[in-house]
């Protein structure tokens, strides 16, 4: 945990884990989600936009290869010293594909692994727990005998209601088995949580988190609510049927979670963003640094930091399989 703050952060964690600053290098793979092509439902989640929460880089006419170079040209433009870079895959389900599409995808970004001579040192895919067959894994797993590759899951809410509510439509069961089987096959999991989902509450949050902990994932990413365009969440937003939070509340909720995960998992973000134009609401007028210190003031005043309300077995900071500590 970083000395000055009462919660474990990635910068830090990245830095001591690959000796030099980490970016990030979003790339979407063009995927679908079996929530919005029928196989489950239609629409996707009521948060998710037509996008899958992605770039639509694809869309645009760049190939995998191509959007990779254009975001480490980016990268090497600003930085000095020596640098790496993390290739996430982050729209859609990305292991909801035949094997031949994933092989490729995949293949597109090996030229530029590190163990390659190239600057990604870690691959990130984002997919549900639900689309994550065997075969995937095993491509994975081959994946990881050269960089670590991170599985990111989304989970949201550990209360089935609300993820019947917001259209998930897998469990938090399924969530689970999801992550015993990455860390069976020796990959990293990042758990996704959102707050103030409908129906869920602040004990919903509280409850997310202790999953989250029990789960052994390594990492966490936590954001509040948002209500973007051309989401079902925004018809209900419109109807006056949701209501979202303001900083105060976030903050308060959000030092509940970090009270209850573990304290060796790595927050790799605690709030989110969305282009101006397209988030609806909450409008915040807040920098992600200004949430972190935030955060940190309102764990201060608790006399609290993460992982204090830990489930007991985790509370002494036991890193989890795959922390990377
Ligand atoms: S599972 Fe992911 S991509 Fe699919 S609808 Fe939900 S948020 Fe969007």
Redesign the pocket.
């Known amino acids: 945990m970083s000395p000055d703050l009462p919660f474990r952060t990635l910068k830090p964690a990245l830095a001591k884990r690959f000796g030099m600053p980490l970016h990030r290098v979003a790339l979407d793979a063009g995927s679908t989600?079996p929530?919005?092509d029928g196989t489950k439902g239609r629409g996707?989640?009521v948060?998710?936009d037509v996008e899958?929460?992605g770039t639509g880089a694809l869309k645009s006419g760049l190939d995998i290869a191509a959007q990779l170079q254009l975001g480490l040209a980016r990268i090497a433009r600003r930085e000095r010293g020596e640098y790496g870079a993390i290739a996430y895959f982050q729209?859609?389900?990305n292991t909801y594909v035949a094997p031949e599409r994933l092989d490729e995808v995949l293949s597109a970004v090996e030229p530029a692994l590190a163990s390659r001579g190239g600057p990604v040192r870690v691959v990130a895919l984002a997919t549900?727990p639900d689309t994550l067959p065997d075969w995937a894994l095993e491509r994975l797993v081959r994946l990881a005998r050269e960089v670590p590759v991170w599985v990111e899951l989304?989970l949201e809410s550990a209360s089935d209601d609300v993820l019947l509510r917001i259209q998930?439509l897998h469990t938090c069961a399924e969530f689970e088995d999801a992550v015993v089987r990455c860390h069976g096959a020796g990959l990293e999991v990042v758990g996704h949580a959102i707050l103030g989902l409908p129906g869920d509450g602040r004990e919903g949050a509280r409850c997310t988190a202790e999953v989250l902990a029990r789960s052994g994932c390594a990492g966490v990413k936590v954001h509040h609510l948002m209500v973007l365009e051309r989401t079902i969440l925004a018809a209900w937003w419109r109807r006056g049927e949701v209501t979202v939070q303001q900083p105060a509340e976030y903050v308060d909720w959000l030092a509940d979670f970090v009270e209850r995960l573990s304290p060796a998992q790595v927050l790799h973000r605690i709030t989110g963003d969305a282009p101006p134009d397209v988030q609806l609401a909450p409008r915040w007028d807040l920098h992600k640094g200004e949430v972190r210190r935030l955060l940190a003031e309102e764990l201060h005043r608790r006399g609290s930091r993460q992982g204090a309300f830990a489930p007991r077995d985790l509370a002494h900071g036991a890193p989890g399989p795959h922390s990377g500590r």
Do not use: I, L, P, Q
């Open positions: 989600c929530n919005r996707g989640c948060y998710c899958g929460s729209s859609y389900s549900r989304g998930r």
